[in-house]
C-alpha cells in the first residue's frame, strides 16, 4: 500500500514505524513546520520529522495544508492517507487526494473524547478504561465511520504521557490491522452515535490550576492529566508551585480548610494537603526556577510546612491568573 503519513509529537512515531516495518511504502510524512522554542527561539522539529529524517523518508511541512499541499500531495498518488495527531483540519480536497480517503489514528474509544485533548481529558474525568479508535476522516471534528476500536484499562495513578505512551503502542497494531483489512476487502464500518459525542480542547495552563475545594481524587485525576504538560499547579506564599504527582490518601482524615497543609507532614513522612474530601499527599513539585524534587524534601528548606494554606483557587484566577 502507498501512504502518505500525517502526524507530529512522538504518539505518532510508533504507528509509522509499524507501517515501514509490515512493508508498505511510505510515499511521504508530512508534519507541522519547525517551532521556535528556548531563549535563542531556535527551530526545533517536531519528534515525528526527527523520526522520519533519520529513517530516510521524504518529509513535507505546510504552514496550511488545505491551502499549499493539495498539488504535492496529489502527486504523489497514494492509496490512501494517515493522520496521527497531526494537529490541522483537512479540507474535503485534502480529503479526496487519495483513492481509499484518509484514516486517523485516534486516542480514545469514539464518539467519547473528540477532539484536541482526548487522553488527558479521560484521566481529568476519572475513566477506567479508554483505547484507540481508527477511524475514517470525514470534514467535521472526529466524526467519521469507526473502522477499529481497541481497548485498554487507565491504570491507578498513571500519568498522561504514560497512557500515550502505550496508546501510540496500541495505535500502532490497530493502524496496521486496519490497513489489512482495506487490502483483504474486509474493512467494516460503524456509524458513530452523533449525539454521545463529548468534545475536547487543549489542555491549558489556566485549566489545570488546582481547586483544593475539590476531592482529592479529581485533583489527582488533574495532575495525573496535565503530566507532563502543561502541569497542574497551586500558589503558596506567593508562589507557584507545579505538581507532577500525589495520590490520595485514604488512611488520613481531616478537618483542616481544603488547601492546608495537615500533620504528619515532615522531611520524614512527606507533604499532605487537606481537600474539600480527602487528603492529597503531594510526591513531585517544583518551585520557581528550580527543578523537579520531592515534596518532602522543600519541608527541610521550610518552603512547604503544616499550617500553610495553598490561595483560594478563585484569588488564584484574578491574582495570578496572567502569569501560570
Given at each position: 500500500m502507498k501512504i502518505i503519513f500525517l502526524g507530529s509529537p512522538e504518539f505518532a512515531i510508533k504507528p509509522l514505524e509499524a507501517l515501514i516495518n509490515s512493508g508498505h511504502e511510505i510515499l511521504a510524512v508530512v508534519t507541522q513546520p519547525d517551532s521556535e522554542a528556548g531563549r535563542g527561539q531556535k527551530q526545533v522539529p517536531c519528534p515525528l520529522k526527527v523520526y522520519a529524517l533519520e529513517r530516510g523518508l521524504k518529509v513535507l511541512s505546510f504552514e496550511k495544508i488545505s491551502r499549499d499541499g493539495v498539488k504535492e500531495l496529489k502527486d504523489l498518488k497514494?492509496?490512501?492517507?494517515?493522520?496521527?495527531?497531526?494537529?490541522?483540519?483537512?479540507?474535503?480536497?485534502?480529503?479526496?487526494?487519495?483513492?481509499?480517503?484518509?484514516?486517523?489514528?485516534?486516542?480514545?474509544?469514539?464518539?467519547?473524547?473528540?477532539?484536541?485533548?482526548?487522553?488527558?481529558?479521560?484521566?481529568?474525568?476519572?475513566?477506567?478504561?479508554?483505547?484507540?479508535?481508527?477511524?475514517?476522516?470525514?470534514?467535521?471534528?472526529?466524526?467519521?465511520?469507526?473502522?477499529?476500536?481497541?481497548?485498554?484499562?487507565?491504570?491507578?495513578?498513571?500519568?498522561?504521557?504514560?497512557?500515550?505512551?502505550?496508546?501510540?503502542?496500541?495505535?500502532?497494531?490497530?493502524l496496521v490491522e486496519t490497513i489489512?483489512?482495506?487490502?483483504?476487502?474486509?474493512?467494516?464500518?460503524?456509524?458513530?452515535?452523533?449525539?454521545?459525542?463529548?468534545?475536547?480542547?487543549?489542555?491549558?495552563?489556566?485549566?489545570?490550576?488546582?481547586?483544593?475545594?475539590?476531592?482529592?481524587t479529581q485533583i489527582n485525576n488533574l495532575i495525573r492529566?496535565?503530566?507532563?504538560?502543561?502541569?497542574?499547579?497551586?500558589?503558596?506564599?506567593?508562589?507557584?508551585?507545579?505538581?507532577?504527582?500525589?495520590?490520595?490518601?485514604?488512611?488520613?482524615?481531616?478537618?483542616?480548610?481544603?488547601?492546608?497543609?495537615?500533620?504528619?507532614?515532615?522531611?520524614?513522612?512527606?507533604?499532605?494537603?487537606a481537600c474539600g474530601v480527602g487528603v492529597l499527599e503531594l510526591l513531585s513539585v517544583q518551585l520557581p526556577s528550580g527543578k523537579e524534587v520531592e515534596a518532602k524534601t522543600l519541608v527541610s528548606g521550610r518552603k512547604l510546612m503544616e499550617g500553610m494554606v495553598f490561595s483560594d483557587y478563585s484569588s488564584t484566577i484574578v491574582n495570578n491568573g496572567a502569569n501560570l
Open positions: 497514494p492509496d490512501i492517507m494517515v493522520t496521527c495527531a497531526y494537529g490541522q483540519i483537512l479540507s474535503q480536497e485534502i480529503i479526496d487526494i487519495a483513492r481509499l480517503g484518509i484514516i486517523n489514528v485516534h486516542g480514545s474509544i469514539l464518539p467519547k473524547y473528540r477532539g484536541a485533548s482526548p487522553i488527558q481529558s479521560a484521566i481529568i474525568n476519572g475513566e477506567t478504561e479508554t483505547g484507540i479508535t481508527i477511524m475514517q476522516t470525514e470534514a467535521g471534528l472526529d466524526c467519521g465511520d469507526i473502522l477499529k476500536v481497541k481497548k485498554t484499562l487507565i491504570y491507578d495513578n498513571e500519568t498522561a504521557g504514560e497512557l500515550t505512551a502505550r496508546l501510540s503502542s496500541i495505535g500502532a497494531e490497530a489489512s483489512d482495506f487490502e483483504n476487502n474486509t474493512i467494516s464500518r460503524i456509524k458513530q452515535v452523533h449525539t454521545d459525542a463529548t468534545f475536547t480542547t487543549k489542555l491549558t495552563k489556566l485549566g489545570s490550576t488546582i481547586n483544593f475545594n475539590k476531592t482529592a492529566g496535565s503530566n507532563p504538560s502543561p502541569v497542574a499547579r497551586a500558589f503558596i506564599n506567593g508562589q507557584m508551585l507545579k505538581i507532577y504527582r500525589a495520590r490520595v490518601r485514604e488512611d488520613l482524615e481531616t478537618t483542616e480548610k481544603p488547601g492546608t497543609i495537615i500533620y504528619p507532614t515532615s522531611a520524614k513522612q512527606g507533604v499532605f494537603v
